[in-house]
């Protein structure tokens, strides 16, 4: 998914000015609905941030649910209207982090049981034949439901090493569950109760290109370094070390990434990389050194790029 925290939404001034800003787009908000044919009533929740070349096949894959719910990060593009042109309630949001965005995205649904994607994200057939099975069971062996990911990696679907299969937590009863905690980044939903596996994966095309994998996983690095930081984390000597090659060792050769060919080598590298990148950035956080480039002042003291 591209991050809202990318290019100018990337500008920590401008999301605190328009924080919590609000916009809908389509004012209509479906009321909940007593099911006639004894199923749970189902609602899609997507948050996104110029997708537009993406957003389409994302809302179509989710044509069994009952309402679909996106959060649009003020999208330059047409994200928005082809949203709502396929179906889709739109509102519109000023990102403040993605478990805040998605936290909101659940609080809007007109149904208890909420089932959330990222724009990259779609459901295969065997996954939602899993997901309508146990909606006629009407979700009674669960508070949640977990799921594969299979992750598209420039031109190969990854079934081995650290992407795959990443289960995810993506449908349960918000009434027990959602997304919990204060951790923006690499956010996770939980319940209380049971959490069952379906079978089946959700798709996943999480990068464009290199260049922007590269510099997604640069950002996450550091807000994964500050967030640990302010939770009184250190970084050590040995875990510089070895963490990064334990990384790679664990994906590449204990999991069998090897198997994914050139494609698992590469993610096995780069993943390898964002555990380093996070690891010296805590360390310099350590060390009172800034992990961005201070704004600088001409002689007159005007602030300059």
């Known amino acids: 998914m591209v991050s809202p925290t990318d290019g100018l939404h990337n500008a920590g001034i401008r999301r605190a000015a328009c924080r919590h800003q609000v916009s809908i787009i389509d004012t209509t908000r479906p009321a909940a ?13 997507i948050i996104a941030f110029n997708e537009a070349d993406r957003i389409g096949d994302c809302i179509a894959s989710l044509a069994f649910c009952d309402e679909v719910v996106v959060v649009d990060s003020y999208s330059t ?4 209207a082809i949203a709502q042109a396929a179906g889709a309630r739109v509102l519109q949001r ?6 805040s965005q998605k936290h909101y995205a659940v609080e809007q649904a007109a149904h208890d049981w909420v ?5 990259d994200e779609r459901v295969d057939a ?7 099975a146990a909606r006629a069971r009407g979700f009674e062996d669960a508070a949640g439901y977990r799921f594969a990911r299979l992750s598209e990696y420039f031109g190969k679907f990854l079934r081995h090493g650290n992407a795959y299969p990443d289960r995810v937590l993506r449908l349960f009863d918000r009434r027990r569950g959602g997304w919990r905690g204060k951790r923006e980044i690499h ?26 994998q590269l510099g997604k996983t640069e950002r996450y690095a550091r807000m994964m370094a500050e967030h640990e930081y302010a939770r009184g984390k250190r970084a050590s000597l040995s ?4 963490a990064p090659a334990w990384r790679f060792w664990r994906g590449y050769v204990l999991r069998a990434g090897f198997l994914d060919g050139w494609h698992g080598l590469v993610y096995a590298y780069v993943r390898a990389n964002y555990v ?18 201070p704004p600088r002042k001409d002689d007159a003291g005007t602030p300059r790029d």
């Open 115 to 119: 089932l959330c994607l990222d724009a």
């Open 276 to 293: 380093r990148q996070k690891t010296i950035m805590l360390w310099m956080l350590e060390r009172g050194q800034p992990l961005t480039t």
């Open 94 to 99: 000023a990102f403040d982090g993605f478990r």
């Open 126 to 132: 065997r996954l939602r034949a899993s997901i309508e």
């Open 33 to 45: 609905t007593t099911p006639t044919d004894g199923r749970p009533k189902l609602s899609a929740c």
């Open 187 to 212: 956010e996770a939903a939980s319940v209380d109760g049971a959490v069952a596996t379906l079978a089946g994966d959700l798709i996943h095309y999480p990068y464009r290109s290199l260049e922007q």
């Open 239 to 242: 875990k510089l070390v070895l």
């Open 77 to 80: 593009d047409a994200t928005a």
